[in-house]
């Protein structure tokens, strides 16, 4: 996938955020503006 640059319409992604659950991104936010943060953590 290419790399987004400023005013490029970020893709639907859906992630799963527990066992049952997951977050669509972009749809789920509520905002016109977010910062995603994705923290890999310790594996």
Not at 14 to 27: A, M, N, Q, W, Y
């Amino acid at each position: 996938m290419p790399q987004l640059d400023s005013g490029d319409t970020f893709p639907d992604i859906t992630l799963k955020i527990g066992e049952h659950e997951s977050v669509l991104l972009p749809s789920d936010i509520e905002s016109d503006y977010a910062i995603i943060l994705f923290y890999r953590g310790h594996w």
